[in-house]
């Protein structure tokens, strides 16, 4: 298993420009989310999903768009990179049925909005 | 409303010593709580967890004890290593005993333990 698996790893756009960060798991999860790293900040939820077809926003969704077409894949889309998106982001899942959630996070996006 | 905080952004310990990072939370209703560790350009791993029935939890060198009274909880590690050298993240689900793929994170504590 190649457990959760994030690309690209390390990503420069400048502002108004659109990309798409992609997340890939291979654990049959059903859940999945997107966080962003910041200095001081901790992890913040941007997105999250329970399945395929269903998500939901998180605590800071302004500015990214999600889709789950798919149980395995779980893209994050900036519309418009602003420098305030100049972060690190990890894609996580987990599974359902457990007594005690543990998410499994993938390597991470280091992104810089010039 | 930050509902899980972190309030040591770091602490350094000797190497065999004991390390104790700390967690506040505000929110009665969680169901149970998970520490994470993270080493630089990697993503997260758990490391332990808790049930809010219960006041402590061992895993080897690690042990998370929880103070409900006090919302605390605190991971101790004896001895510390220096492998340990790490960011430490407390974590919570949301009410009612699942995530649903929601976890709130606290601000993280960087460990650094000294040879």
């Known amino acids: 298993n190649a457990g959760v698996t994030q690309t690209p790893k390390f990503q420069v756009l400048k502002t108004g420009q659109s990309m798409t960060l992609q997340c890939a798991q291979d654990?049959?999860?059903?859940?999945m989310s997107w966080y962003r790293q910041d200095p001081g900040m901790g992890l913040r939820l941007i997105h999250y999903?329970?399945?395929?077809?269903?998500?939901d926003q998180g605590e800071v969704p302004n500015g990214y768009n999600v889709s789950r077409s798919t149980t395995e894949d779980f893209p994050l889309r900036l519309l418009s990179a602003a420098p305030s998106q100049t972060s690190v982001y990890f894609c996580?899942?987990?599974?359902?049925?457990?007594?005690?959630?543990?998410?499994?996070f993938g390597p991470g996006t280091r992104l810089l909005v010039l | 409303d930050q509902q899980v905080k972190q309030n040591s952004p770091s602490l350094s310990v000797q190497e065999g010593r004991i390390s104790i990072l700390n967690c506040d939370y505000t929110?009665?209703?969680?169901?149970?709580f998970l520490w994470y560790k993270k080493y630089p350009a990697e993503g997260p791993t758990f490391l332990i967890s808790?049930?809010?029935?219960?006041d402590k939890n061992e895993d080897g060198r690690f042990t998370v004890f929880l103070n409900k009274s006090a919302k605390h909880l605190s991971l101790h590690i004896v001895p510390s290593q220096p492998g340990d050298s790490a960011v430490y993240f407390c974590?919570?689900?949301?009410?009612?005993?699942?995530?649903?793929?929601?976890?709130?994170f606290g601000q993280g504590t960087i460990l650094t333990v000294h040879p």
């Open positions: 996580a899942s987990s599974y359902s049925g457990a007594d005690q959630e543990t998410q499994y």
């Open positions: 654990m049959n999860h059903e859940y």
């Open positions: 999903s329970v399945g395929a077809g269903i998500t």
């Open positions: 929110n009665s209703m969680f169901d149970y």
């Open positions: 808790i049930s809010s029935i219960k």
């Open positions: 974590a919570a689900p949301g009410a009612g005993g699942t995530s649903y793929g929601k976890l709130t």
